[in-house]
């Protein structure tokens, strides 16, 4: 054997052995989290640390019932598909009037829209807090929805925008010569074109909007619509000895997220890949 090829081969030895070794580092906290969450209450005193070395589901039933995780559940439901969709319709809007409409001001505009990257939520917490409740919206739904709606618009704008901008011009050139108005031409000529970015920053907006703890806690300050980030916190307050709830509960919070990422692990896949080589 060659030496070349054999330094080549030990390099790829060492670096599926360092991929594999990562993988099980990151999936063990998971893994572990599954099977605290199915063990007996006994089973996690004695052995916290073991795999799977019993099995039951009264941890589940404690956290469903006694944690109210059932409501927390569709209180995030609530708060998350909404804001999710209302940041896909804008950004997918927005995106392709940046890329494909010429009007004054785009790149200003434009401009002014990727700010939103760069200004950190902790600067306008505080001023949004007595602006939502100046407006009537503090502690609802509508004004958490808009809230998390508005924090993830400059980056799916300016995401899509992207997709929009490395179409070829004859699609919408040659839509407007056979008569479509600019509607048509959004929905059907560019939209189905560019379904992967849209699949990507769906799942990508969810994930950030299911998870995110800050506003809810901010704008949310009674029990009435408390998502599933915040019941956990304070889940985790009243619980610090009793893993197996807690196991539980984590598990509760994530499924939903991983179900969603395995169902459309394919459009993120070709999204980002695309949004790569586009970039």
Known sequence: MR????ARS????????????????????????????FKTSEDVKVNPFGLFSSFSTENLVTAWTVGEFGKYVL????LTVPSTAL?????????????????????????????????PFFTYMIPLYFQLRSMHLLDTLL??????????LAFGTFFMRAFFLDLPN????????????????????????????????????FLQNWNNFLVPLLYLPTAQYRPLTTGLYLFLG?????IGPLAAGTLITILPVMVLYVAL??????????GAVKG
């Open 3 to 6: 030496p070349g090829l054999t």
């Open 10 to 37: 030990s390099r790829l030895v060492g670096r599926h052995v360092l991929l594999v070794a990562i993988s099980l580092l990151v999936l063990f906290p998971l893994v572990l989290t599954v099977s605290t969450a």
């Open 75 to 78: 209180n995030s439901i609530l």
């Open 87 to 119: 940041v896909i319709v804008l950004s997918t809007m927005g995106g392709y009037a940046f890329a494909r409409l010429p009007f004054p001001g785009r790149g200003i505009a434009f401009y002014l829209v990727i700010l939103g990257l760069l200004v």
């Open 143 to 152: 004004g958490v929805n808009l809230v998390l709606a508005s924090t993830e």
């Open 170 to 205: 004859e699609l919408d050139q040659s839509a407007r010569i056979d008569g479509a108005s600019e509607l048509q031409i959004f929905l059907r000529v560019m939209l189905p074109l560019v379904l992967p970015g849209v699949g990507a920053l769906t799942v990508f907006t």
């Open 238 to 242: 009243g619980r610090s000895v009793d």
């Open 265 to 274: 692990q394919k459009h993120v896949t070709q999204g980002f890949i695309s």
